[in-house]
Every structure is written in structure tokens, then in C-alpha cells.
């Protein structure tokens, strides 16, 4: 086995961000900044997202408006700071503002008037896809099914075409690769055998036409809890590898209005990312690049460090699946950054020491794939092409697991998710068939089940459909049968017998249990729309997943079968990942942005902590006039 | 003092680029959000590997001419979907406008590529 000890290598870091910091903290003193938005007829907007950025920072803060529409961010430093508040049918207002002492904004937020729909989170929109008839019923099955997996559903369904201009979309997406790279010669049947209904569907519903689509079932906007929590988002720079014409995004997705921002080189590629136990957050970045395989952003000052493999040519290996052991250590894949003959393989990165190891197997086995994961044995799982790694980083040996069933009559079974258990198992998704592949290290062998087919897709397919799909050959694993189940990442209950499947297209849970194998289904509160993507379990056994149709995060609680979602402050997340770190003071939710290129933190306040927060604001200000609860 | 010059280039790009951004007017700004979200996915490069898909959008675009490029979006091509239910006029104008502020060729690799 070839072990290769790399240099770590500090790329760069904006430094004058740093100083600035640095020199502010060093003087600033914190202060309170609240307030109350409320609409133009006096009435409070609940759950209206007010956001905060200090000037000269790449940290911004979001907190919600409460069933008051009151709000209160937790202690910040004095200075310069810019707000912006946004409701899901209301403009956004933004306002700038010095503050030396606590702060009181009253927020009046205006109508949206125009299309409203262009700045809506994606799960909106998929829902009020017209289903009057069964064919439209279809139609909506296969936008959801095909039209997420690779982007949010807010992406396409922002826009407005006619019939034509769909039909061009559609066209165009049919020779993009689930990277984002177009390919004249790629085929996708699914868009290629639906193509006129698809498009006259899409034209119906965001089209020159009044729209077709149902907002009447809209969900609530944030409240209770979830307009409780508050998000630390943190600027990862841009690649600056080549040219750039824009070193900062100006649609990042943080005014709503301006839509669900494009996908190019340099403003995405923030992919996993976990915290460690000394205040930083770590990333995976899954995009080439010159300059970054994974990075470190500073909870406290944003501060930022690149950290790279190289490669030949100039490159840097990229990464893509990253977890956190027991000791707090960052594991993560590296692959290849697009060039040829570099072999993928297992990175090590311990956050106290930041030195940067990678384990590469030896050639008899099969190399490394994308995700990543520590069973309760502290070994370290990681996929293959065709099965899972088993690591033992104690010994620094691999042993190779192959999937049982690796080609088909209709192709190869991709392998995308995995979790490492309790028992010390592997467990690893053959996504684009539903296979779900284990280990049993007892025997050192693998077996696996398949998925069944989700009933409700499958009940509105034509018998032309049927038949049609019998031969299909799916270009890759982000375009699905139709009834797909979409068995995408997993996560495992390290302190419980159970693994949770995200079955993103047809959005529910496969909870499995790790001894009999016995399986079951949780959908999510709407599995049209809402759709898992990752899954982490947390020391109750809550089982917290990144929806990838949306701008939203969910908390499934097996005791008393209840969701919980809550909103992000971004809008073009595409979050591909969710993880969590559980310390004395409380939880933290880890939320890594693909698409625009951020990594979000979210933590807990309970009603008593904010009553507090009030208390401590209104003693401050004399004449503050904060509205009565 | 190579290495000293590599620590250095990143902080004289990003003071480059400020200033570029800042020297753009606000309708420049409104036009380049609505490129980032709308014309990014085709014109823009996807990656450091692969070129953009269409061409790159610059002041040598049909010949620099705002009322032609604003036509050109409102109608379409046959690869490209007509713009206008989405964008008013004055939106697209802002876009034209920022369009005819990019310079050729700013990023390496931005090539046209008339694949389609």
C-alpha cells in the first residue's frame, strides 16, 4: 500500500479580511440588534428572514421573524453591519446601518409584485406544479424525478418560456452530464421520449399564460422552532485558479429577488463539510481547481485556509465525501482533478496539527469513490466503483468489499451513498438501481437487497412507459426510472440499530434495521417536493437530512414520527450534504452550499434563551419599543 | 520569492477585481446579477477543464450594439429560448448594458465554442 505524507500546503488566505477582523475584535464591543417586520397593512410577517453582514466580513447571520413578527440575532460586535429582510411574497428591503449600542429596526416589507414564483424556494414550486389529470400527474413525477438531481427545482423553475423556449431547455439538458458538461453526443431518453409533453407541461406552468400552477397547499414559512434557529453562513473566495470575471458572486442567493443564481467555474463546488472540535469548519471541494481539495473556515472570524494534493500539471485533487471519526480527525476521498493516471484515494487531515496524510490502495484492489464514512469500530468506510473500502487506520490497510450484483442488463450499478455502523458494517448504495449493498465483516463477505419500486410513481406510468423502461439505460444516476426510489446517501445510528436512507426521488426514508435487514418507509412531508439527499443522526436518534429539491433542511424524530424543516437563508443552496457535531453547549448543524460556494451553521435557541435576549435588550435601550409579547 | 509573489497574487487579484466591480454602473450591476442567473449556465465556462458552451459575452458582441442585443435575447435563436416573458425591457437593457462592459476574452478559456 502506498502511503503518501503530503506538504500541506496554506494556499492563501484574504489576509485584509483577516487584519481587519482581527484589529476590529480587538476594540469592538458586542451589542443587540432586534426589531419587528411587519407588512404594509401593520400586520407581523412570521417567519420573515432578516439577515446581517458586517461590514468587510464573509459571515452573514440569519434570524427569523417570530408569530409576532419580532426578531433578535444573538450578541454581535458593534460596527458597520448591512441587513436585508425578505419574505417569500414580499420584496426585499435592505438597510445599512452603524451601530455603536443596541439596535431597533421596524421592518416594513412591501408586496412582491410581478412574478412572485421567480424567488421561491424549489419545494414551493414543485408542489404547485399543476396535477389535474393524471397526465400532468406524470408530467410532475418526471420534472421531480429528473429536474433535481443535479440542480435545485427553483434553477429551471425561476424561468419562463413558451413552448418553444422549453423545448430548447430541455433539449440542451439532454446533452448535459450530471456534472454540468455539455456532450453532443449524449443521449437521454427519458427527456428525448417525453420531449413534446414535457414542454408543452413546463409552458402550461411557467409559461406567457397565466400559470397552471397550485400555491393554495403552499407550507408555512419558518415558525416555532425553526424561526428560533440562527444560521452563521460563511463566503468560501472564489477560484481564483484562472481569470475570473467576477471575484465575488454577485447573485449569491442571498437577495432572494435576483433568483436561484447559474452554475459555473469558480462560485460553486463546496460539497461535504464537517466540524471539528476546535471552533473550524472543514469542506470538500468537488470542483477542479489549481488551488483546493478541501478547506477550513473559522466559526468565529471566517477566517480562511485552502489546503491542497497536487497533482500534475499544475492541479489540485479534488474531494468530495468528508466525515469526522472519533477523535475528531477529518476523513475524506481525493480523486483526480480531471487528469489521467492519478489514482484516487483515502485523505486524512487531523484539525489540531493541520499536516494532511493520503492512503491510496494498492492497485489489486478497486481505487476510492465518493463518500465517506466512520463506523463505531473507528474504522473508516469508503465506496469503490463497484463496492466499499474498509480502512483501518491503525494498521493503514484496506479491505475491498465488492457489490454482489455490479452490471445489469440495463448497465452499471453506480455506487454513491454509504454508512459505517454500529456493528462495525458497511453499508453502500447502488443508487441509480436501489441497491442496498452490506458487509458482514464477520465472514468478509457483501450481500445486498433492492429497493421496491415506489408505488405511486409507478402507478401513473403509461403502458408504453412500462415497456419503453424495460430496455432503458440510464446515461447516469441522476436520471431515473420513473418510479425510482433514488437511494442517494445514508447515515447510521451510532447509537441505535438502525441506517437511514435518503431516497431522494421519491422522497421519503428507508429506515433499515442493521440486524434482521427488515426495512421500512418514511416519506417526507411532501415526498414530491421534498426530497432527501445526505442523512446524519444525532445522539436522539433524530435523523437530519439536506433536502436537495430546495433551499431547506429536515428533522425527522422517530419517537413521534414528526418533520421538522427548516429554511435556509439562501436561495441556489443545492446543498449536497448535512452533518453535526454535539458538544457540552449545544448542537451545531453543518450545511455545505454547491452552488453557491458557502457553508452554513446552524444552531438552537429555546423560547426561554430568547426571552432572555429581549430582557437583555430592553435594559440596555431606554426607549427601545420592542412590541409586547 | 517566487513563493512570496504567489501569496501576494491573490490579494492583488481580489484588489483588482473590487475595483472592477465597483466601476460598474448600477445598471451594469442589475444586468450582470440577471446574466449570473439566466445566460451563466450556457455562456459562462462550467468548469477549469471545459470550455462554455456558447460564446463568451463581451463588448465585441453582435458588434457592441445595446438595441441588437436586447433584440437578440427577446428573440431567440435556434438554440436559445426567447427571454422575453421573463425579462422586461428594462432588464434586458441592463443586461446589454453590462454585457458591452465585459471585455473580449476576459477569462482564459472563455472561447466560443459553436459546438452547437
Not at chain 1, 283 to 296: K, N
Not at chain 1, 313 to 321: E, F, K, L, P, T
Request: charged share 20%; proline share 6%; glycine share 8%.
Amino acid at each position: 500500500m502506498l502511503s503518501l505524507s503530503s506538504k500541506v500546503k496554506l494556499l492563501y488566505a484574504p489576509l485584509y479580511i483577516l487584519s481587519c477582523l482581527i484589529a476590529h475584535q480587538a476594540l469592538a464591543k458586542d451589542i443587540l440588534i432586534a426589531g419587528h417586520v411587519k407588512n404594509t397593512k401593520g400586520r407581523p410577517i412570521i417567519g420573515a428572514t432578516i439577515s446581517l453582514k458586517q461590514d468587510g466580513s464573509n459571515i452573514t447571520t440569519t434570524v427569523f421573524a417570530d408569530e409576532n413578527g419580532e426578531f433578535i440575532f444573538p450578541p454581535l460586535s458593534d460596527g458597520a453591519y448591512h441587513l436585508w429582510a425578505q419574505g417569500w411574497i414580499y420584496q426585499t428591503k435592505k438597510i445599512d446601518f452603524v451601530a455603536s449600542e443596541n439596535h431597533l429596526e421596524t421592518i416594513v416589507l412591501d408586496n412582491k409584485t410581478g412574478d412572485v414564483a421567480r424567488q421561491l424556494p424549489g419545494d414551493i414550486l414543485l408542489a404547485a406544479l399543476p396535477e389535474r389529470t393524471k397526465d400532468e400527474a406524470r408530467m410532475k413525477n418526471l420534472i421531480s424525478k429528473n429536474c433535481t438531481g443535479c440542480h435545485s427545482a427553483s434553477f429551471p423553475l425561476q424561468h419562463r418560456f413558451d413552448k418553444d423556449g422549453w423545448t430548447k431547455i430541455l433539449t440542451h439538458m439532454s446533452k448535459i452530464n450530471l456534472v454540468g458538461i455539455y456532450n453532443a453526443n449524449r443521449k437521454n431518453g427519458t427527456i428525448e421520449s417525453h420531449m413534446d409533453e414535457l414542454a408543452a407541461y413546463l409552458a402550461k406552468a411557467r409559461g406567457p399564460e397565466p400559470s397552471a400552477m397550485d400555491f393554495s397547499h403552499m407550507r408555512s414559512p419558518p415558525r416555532g422552532e425553526a424561526a428560533r434557529v440562527v444560521f452563521r453562513e460563511y463566503d468560501v473566495p472564489v477560484d481564483t485558479s484562472e481569470p475570473q470575471d467576477y471575484i465575488y458572486n454577485p447573485n449569491d442567493g442571498r437577495d432572494w429577488s435576483y433568483g436561484t443564481p447559474s452554475k459555473f467555474f469558480g462560485h460553486v463546488g463546496v460539497h461535504d463539510a464537517q466540524a471539528d472540535f476546535y471552533g473550524h469548519v472543514w469542506f470538500t471541494h468537488a470542483d477542479s481547481s489549481r488551488t483546493l481539495t478541501i478547506g477550513q473556515m473559522s466559526e468565529k472570524t471566517g477566517a480562511y485556509k485552502g489546503f491542497k494534493f497536487d497533482e500534475p500539471q499544475g492541479y489540485a485533487s479534488q474531494a468530495h465525501g468528508m466525515t469526522r471519526d472519533q477523535d475528531g480527525v477529518i476523513w475524506f476521498n481525493s480523486r483526480p482533478a480531471g487528469q489521467k493516471g492519478v489514482r484516487p484515494g483515502l485523505g486524512r487531515m487531523d484539525p489540531k496539527t493541520e499536516q494532511m496524510s493520503l492512503f491510496i490502495p494498492p492497485d489489486s484492489m478497486s481505487s476510492t469513490s465518493g463518500t465517506i464514512d466512520v463506523d463505531s469500530d473507528h474504522k473508516v468506510w469508503v465506496t469503490a466503483p463497484d463496492g466499499a473500502l474498509r480502512f483501518d487506520p491503525i494498521t493503514q490497510t484496506f479491505k475491498d468489499y465488492k457489490s454482489p450484483t455490479y452490471k445489469t442488463a440495463t448497465g452499471i450499478v453506480s455506487v454513491y451513498g454509504l454508512a459505517g455502523d454500529r456493528n462495525g458494517n458497511g453499508w453502500w448504495l447502488g443508487m441509480n438501481q436501489d441497491i442496498v449493498n452490506y458487509s458482514d465483516i464477520k465472514t468478509q463477505t457483501a450481500h445486498e437487497f433492492r429497493l421496491p419500486a415506489d408505488p405511486t410513481s409507478l402507478a401513473l406510468q403509461t403502458d408504453q412507459e412500462k415497456e419503453y423502461y424495460k430496455s432503458f439505460t440510464p446515461p447516469d444516476f441522476n436520471t431515473p426510472l420513473p418510479w425510482a426510489q433514488g437511494a442517494r446517501r445514508m447515515g447510521a445510528d451510532h447509537n441505535g440499530h438502525l441506517v437511514w436512507i435518503g431516497d431522494g426521488f421519491s422522497g421519503n426514508y428507508a429506515r433499515v434495521d442493521i440486524n434482521t435487514k427488515a426495512y421500512s418507509f418514511v416519506p417526507t412531508p411532501s415526498p414530491i417536493s421534498l426530497q432527501p439527499y445526505a442523512v446524519a443522526i444525532d445522539r436522539h436518534h433524530d435523523v437530519w437530512t439536506n433536502f436537495w429539491s430546495t433551499d431547506a433542511i429536515g428533522r425527522y424524530d422517530d419517537k413521534t414520527k414528526k418533520w421538522t424543516v427548516f429554511d435556509l437563508p439562501t436561495r441556489g443552496t443545492e446543498s449536497r450534504y448535512i452533518s453535526v457535531l454535539e458538544q457540552a453547549e449545544g448542537m451545531k448543524v453543518i450545511i455545505p452550499y454547491y452552488r453557491t460556494r458557502k457553508v452554513a451553521v446552524m444552531t438552537f435557541r429555546n423560547q426561554a434563551e430568547i426571552i432572555k435576549l429581549k430582557h437583555e435588550f430592553k435594559t440596555k435601550i431606554s426607549d427601545a419599543r420592542m412590541p409586547q409579547n | 520569492m517566487r513563493q512570496l509573489w504567489l501569496l501576494a497574487l491573490p490579494i492583488y487579484i481580489l484588489s483588482a477585481q473590487v475595483h472592477a466591480q465597483s466601476a460598474l454602473t448600477p445598471r451594469q450591476q442589475e444586468g450582470q446579477k440577471i446574466l449570473m442567473t439566466s445566460c451563466g449556465l450556457c455562456h459562462e465556462k462550467p468548469d477549469i477543464l471545459n470550455p462554455a458552451v456558447a460564446p463568451h459575452l463581451s463588448r465585441s458582441t453582435l458588434g457592441g450594439h445595446v438595441d441588437d442585443i436586447i433584440a437578440y435575447i427577446k428573440t431567440g435563436s435556434n438554440v436559445m429560448p426567447s427571454f422575453k416573458y421573463m425579462y422586461n425591457d428594462e432588464q434586458l437593457r441592463s443586461v446589454a448594458d453590462y454585457i458591452i462592459s465585459r471585455p473580449d476574452e476576459a477569462a482564459e478559456g472563455h472561447k466560443a465554442n459553436d459546438k452547437k
